[in-house]
C-alpha cells in the first residue's frame, strides 16, 4: 500500500507587476544572505584574528566557494518557481509558455548559474592569492564584510538573471473585456 501525499496547493499571491514582485523578492533574498554570511565568517574568522586566502582552518576560501556555487543554484531555482507560480496564478501580467519543460529550465540554469559563479569567485581569490605576498594576513572582519556583500550582490544577480533568461518563453497576458 503506498501513501500518496499531495502537496499543498501554493499560496494565493495579490495581484501584482513582475517589477515590484521581483523588488519584494530580492528585499527578501539580500537581508537575510548578507546578515547570515557575514554572521558565519565573522564568528569563524575571529577564532584566529586573521585570515588567509587558502591556507589554515579557517579560511577565505573554505567559506566563500561553497556559498558562491550554491547561493546561485538555490536563487535560481527558487525565483524561476515563484515566477512560474506567479504566472499561473495571474498574480502577474505574463504568462509562461505551456510548453515549457519547467523543471529542464531550472535545472540548466542552475548548475551553469553554479558553476559560472563557483568558477569567477575561485579565479578572484587566486589572482589575489598570488598578487599578495604568502605571509599577508587578512583583517577578519574586512573579510567577513566582504563575504556578506559578495552574498548581497549574488542574490541581486540571481534574483533578475533567471527571470530575463525566463523572459524569453513569456508573454504579456491580453485580458479581453467583452461588452455587450
Given at each position: 500500500?503506498?501513501?500518496?501525499?499531495?502537496?499543498?496547493?501554493?499560496?494565493?499571491?495579490?495581484?501584482?507587476?513582475?517589477?515590484r514582485?521581483?523588488?519584494?523578492?530580492?528585499?527578501?533574498y539580500?537581508?537575510?544572505?548578507?546578515?547570515?554570511?557575514?554572521?558565519?565568517?565573522?564568528?569563524?574568522?575571529?577564532?584566529?584574528?586573521?585570515?588567509?586566502?587558502?591556507?589554515?582552518?579557517?579560511?577565505?576560501?573554505?567559506?566563500?566557494?561553497?556559498?558562491?556555487?550554491?547561493l546561485?543554484?538555490?536563487?535560481?531555482?527558487?525565483?524561476?518557481n515563484?515566477?512560474?507560480?506567479?504566472?499561473?496564478?495571474?498574480?502577474?501580467?505574463?504568462?509562461?509558455?505551456?510548453?515549457?519543460?519547467?523543471?529542464k529550465?531550472?535545472?540548466k540554469?542552475?548548475?551553469?548559474?553554479?558553476?559560472?559563479?563557483?568558477?569567477?569567485?575561485?579565479?578572484?581569490?587566486?589572482?589575489?592569492?598570488f598578487?599578495?605576498?604568502?605571509?599577508?594576513?587578512?583583517?577578519?572582519?574586512?573579510?567577513?564584510?566582504?563575504?556578506g556583500?559578495?552574498?548581497?550582490?549574488?542574490?541581486?544577480?540571481?534574483?533578475?538573471?533567471?527571470?530575463?533568461?525566463?523572459?524569453?518563453?513569456?508573454?504579456?497576458?491580453?485580458?479581453?473585456?467583452?461588452?455587450?
Amino acid at each position: 500500500m503506498k501513501l500518496k501525499f499531495k502537496p499543498a496547493p501554493p499560496k494565493l499571491l495579490k495581484k501584482t507587476t513582475l517589477k515590484r514582485f521581483l523588488i519584494k523578492r530580492t528585499i527578501y533574498y539580500v537581508l537575510p544572505n548578507v546578515f547570515f554570511n557575514f554572521i558565519i565568517a565573522y564568528a569563524s574568522f575571529q577564532e584566529l584574528g586573521y585570515t588567509h586566502f587558502f591556507s589554515g582552518t579557517q579560511n577565505l576560501a573554505r567559506l566563500t566557494l561553497p556559498m558562491a556555487i550554491f547561493l546561485p543554484v538555490v536563487l535560481t531555482i527558487d525565483i524561476i518557481n515563484r515566477v512560474i507560480i506567479a504566472s499561473e496564478q495571474g498574480a502577474i501580467e505574463f504568462t509562461v509558455d505551456n510548453q515549457l519543460n519547467k523543471k529542464k529550465l531550472m535545472t540548466k540554469l542552475s548548475i551553469v548559474h553554479g558553476v559560472i559563479t563557483g568558477l569567477l569567485v575561485l579565479c578572484v581569490l587566486m589572482i589575489a592569492q598570488f598578487s599578495l605576498s604568502k605571509y599577508y594576513k587578512l583583517d577578519a572582519t574586512a573579510m567577513a564584510v566582504l563575504v556578506g556583500i559578495l552574498a548581497g550582490i549574488l542574490s541581486v544577480i540571481f534574483v533578475y538573471l533567471p527571470v530575463w533568461r525566463l523572459r524569453r518563453w513569456m508573454w504579456r497576458s491580453n485580458e479581453v473585456v467583452v461588452t455587450d
